[in-house]
């Protein structure tokens, strides 16, 4: 099919083709050829979970493919994928992974700039190419061009959500606490004859930080000059995502030359950082630093200009500003102020080294990189090694197992995903095995357990720089020896010695709380002490408080329910015995010292009432508040004269319905939290470590008390808080083999106290708790005791884009992540 393209004689100019190809059952597979070459190209993409790569016809092979993903860092709605720019012209392209999208072609002038300068040498400063030199088209401020097509799509870039995504939330969260935060000093619609801007410029009242990107295209293979690459850049943005301009204020290439962006002059907004654009300036580096080094001409450039930029905004470099609520240097990374890999992994991890150069005024100094680690796609390929990332897999816990031969036991992971979205069953990890008897089983959810032969593969979908944890069964060899197991790039030592195991056949293979039989990530077997099974708990129940908590697979709570009566109701029926009658509806009154339970009138029982919900979920009609749905069982006894309701939850359940961390916060910290309150609430659920002794219970849902437990009402208003305690379940910190009691709190002065500071004598593992810097919530008010984590310090460190492991090990270090 011919396509009349509209040319326009050397400037940049967008092409617009629709696609819609509905029913393939494989990836589809779709060539485009063009009568007049193209140098880029982006997709709107069908959905942002798909995936799909486009790869260009250079003449006489074709190019690398490409991964597109919807680049919806600036707009959490868009579905436009990133700018792919082509190492060379190329007049046909394949497009794989989907059907159905939209295609935006972009072709950009070869013409020189207007004026050509060493961007940078030992005795010249570097000089800023302004617009009018680079070759912007400011016609692009005014109008888009406009396509011949008459079966152009209207624009449907944003995909609409019927509830606010989690970073619009935040936003809106934002700007109600710190509204002067978005106050613009003046907006101007028309330039000076009187054409109306498409992108209004607005002007910041001050500039706060100075935010580093990456564009995230590749450099190195790419033969095209700075000045082709910024032109399709503005394009994209101006025209392809509908800006009307360039997002970022100044973009760098790999020799050094600097380029003006946005339009408008100092103090313009722009849109380099979603929901952090006024009072901030964006400058980019030419470049994907997760995959290659910055040049030294490029950083020092940057430096250079970041020098230039705190002179002329008046930022003093020394000292750190309160953005948002959260205290920060004034040069950051993207990845501080939202989630995302820019700019990069060697660019971000230099990026101290950037600041000290600014702030001494050491511009010309050059940076030291981490070094790059090869992989077998590049060992024998031009590829540049790839980064040192958190990227794959990670063990928990130690990598030398020894047990008796045929033992079991089961390993933890942790998987980080990379770059791109994940599917369920995708590959993760390799599989190799010393001897060919070492049994591998890996659980993929939902009762499902797959013996692994040469791969793991992922056990769902999962999003961007995500991390979930992994759990492997794992079986010796049937003789004694010393084999080796490697999952990934973790190598597992395993030691088979003693009397031989009789192999248990899969389903028969207890949880590893149950495993008498299994080895242990130790030194040696530790055999637990034994333990009543969930039904002999069950029974036991009915004698005493010590008795009632021996199931050490759940967690007891009281909950703040008050009151001689209680109504509960269950759609899916409740039962308060296996085999029983199952109501919808149960009334509970206190009698001397017995719970009546009783349905119309009729009596069900008394004493201890045990009631189950039949859909796993149990409503308290009477407590009028709305979190007053629980998973688990129901329990209800007289207390001390009166009538309590306790909550039997299994751990993970519990956690997932503890309301100290929605989604309002960063993912990371509901991690690192997550993991702190399971070890908290694991820790006292310990005999040894009654909270509340002679009660027949383990804690209750106050946070003044134990934690802040608001059952299946909090989970269902918080899905991200849901993924982060699926990421990490089971997972404690630990020292020594114990469960650390892992204090946490919400805010400090700039440090962290010490348990002597706060009056805890004798406090467990104090030396950990030790009082530690807390720049991150610098000139805030304590709220809380002091001691352990911040909150204010974990939300910090994850906006500045540290793991939750890393959060932990700073403010509980000498301990390590083990399963519970």
Known sequence: MRVPWLRRKGMPILYVLTVLLLGASEPALHTHTFEDPIDAVSLQLPDRQVAMEVRGWAGTAWTQWYELEAEDEADPLMLESNLVLFPQTVHRIQVRGSDGYAMHPVRVSSVPPRYAVASISATAAPRILR?????????????????????????????????????????????????????????????????????????????????????????????????ERMRALYTYHANTLGWGDVGYHYIIDENGQIYEGRAGGNGIVGGHAYCANIGTVGVALMGNFDLEIPAQAQVRSLQWLLKTLADTYDIDLNTNVDFHGVSMDPIVGHRTLMATACPGYFMYQALSQVRQNVRSGNTNRSVTFPRPRRTAETEDSQTPAVAMQTEGIRAIGSTTITGAPGGQTRLTLFYTSGDAFGQRRDRIADVERSHSRIGVWQDMGDGEEMRVRRELLLPQRMQKHETITLSVRIQLPREEGSFQLRIGDVLYTLNATGRQRTALPLRAVAPPAAQTNAVTPQANIVRPRPTATVAQTSVARTATARQSLRDTTAIRIRLGYSGDTATVLSAGGLTLRAGDTSYTRIDLSREGDSCIARESGTVLGRGIVRITPGDGITTVASWQRAANRFRGVLECRIVDGELVLINEIPMEDYIAGLA???????????????????????????????????????????????????????????????????????????????????????????????????????????????????????????????????????????????????ILEYYYPGTVLEQL
């Open 131 to 227: 617009r009018s030199e680079w070759g912007a088209d400011e016609n692009f401020l005014f109008s888009a061009p406009v396509s011949e097509r008459s079966e152009e799509p209207t624009k449907i870039e944003r995909q609409e959500e019927s509830t606010p995504s989690i970073r619009v939330r935040n936003c809106q969260t934002a700007q109600q606490l710190y509204p002067e935060e978005f106050r613009l000093a003046r907006t101007q619609t028309q330039d000076a004859s009187g054409r109306t801007y498409r992108w209004p410029q607005q002007y910041s009242p001050s500039v706060q930080l100075l935010v580093v990107h990456h564009t995230a295209q590749r450099t190195i293979g790419d033969e095209r000059p700075g000045y």
């Open 660 to 806: 100290e961390e929605p989604d309002s916060e960063p993912y990371e910290k509901q991690r690192a939290f997550a993991i702190a309150a399971r070890s908290y609430a694991a820790h006292y659920r310990e005999p040894s470590n009654t909270k509340f002794p002679g009660m027949p219970y383990h804690g209750d849902d106050s946070p003044a008390r134990f934690q802040a437990y608001h059952g299946a009402h909090f989970e269902s208003s918080n899905p991200q808080w849901v993924r982060a305690v699926k990421s990490t379940a089971g997972i404690v910190v630990k020292k020594d083999g114990s469960t650390v009691r892992t204090a946490y709190f919400s805010s400090d002065d700039g440090r962290t106290r010490s348990p002597e500071e706060v009056g805890w004598p004798n406090f467990p593992f104090a030396e950990v708790f030790s009082s530690k810097p807390d720049p991150w919530c610098a000139g805030l008010p304590m709220w809380g005791h002091g001691v352990g984590m911040s909150g204010c310090g974990a939300r910090g460190q994850a906006l500045e884009g540290k793991t939750a492991e890393e």
